[in-house]
């Protein structure tokens, strides 16, 4: 499905995305070291297994990433011309190898641009959740979006 352009959201509208993604061992650790990130709580078991978590934490910008790319398909897939910003981001619960992830997306608000009228803000809020519907992270981001070619 393509994306919707700016003109076909609605305050409210609510998304319950399809694609889930269990995430593994390989792509906590491509992440971590494409990132330059050697966060021993991310990259090694060993040392991971004498934290409070007992095992290696999954990156939480690989968990925002994933969480934000799994709305795309549904939301802005070839209707967005870019990101704006993302605030109220957190991470309550942890993610592991092994968890499921699944996304909801919520318009909280719609700005046309006075400027650009072939564009418009959407900000969105999605949050993720792993396979026991337990919140893992939750962020609000705003987008710049095409409108709708007028014919």
């Known amino acids: 499905m ?16 399809e694609l889930r993604k269990t995430v593994t061992e390989a792509d ?15 990259i090694d078991r060993h040392f991971s297994k004498d934290t409070a978590w007992g095992q290696p934490l999954v990156n939480s910008i690989f968990t925002l990433g994933l969480v934000i790319g799994i ?12 990101n704006l910003g993302m605030r109220e981001t957190t991470f309550p619960a942890p993610v592991f190898q092994g968890d499921t992830i699944h996304v909801t997306t919520e318009v909280l608000a719609l700005r046309p641009s006075v400027s650009k009228p072939d564009r418009g803000i959407v900000t969105f809020l999605h949050r993720g959740f792993n396979q ?19 014919s």
């Open 2 to 17: 393509a994306g919707l352009w700016f003109d076909e959201f609605h305050v409210g509208q609510m998304f319950h995305h």
């Open 28 to 42: 906590n650790m491509l992440f971590s070291n494409m990132t330059l990130n050697p966060q021993p709580l991310h």
């Open 71 to 82: 709305s795309v398909s549904e939301t802005t897939l070839g209707t967005t011309i870019g």
């Open 132 to 150: 026991d519907d337990l919140l893992v992270c939750s962020c609000e981001r705003q987008a710049m979006m095409r409108r709708k070619p007028q």
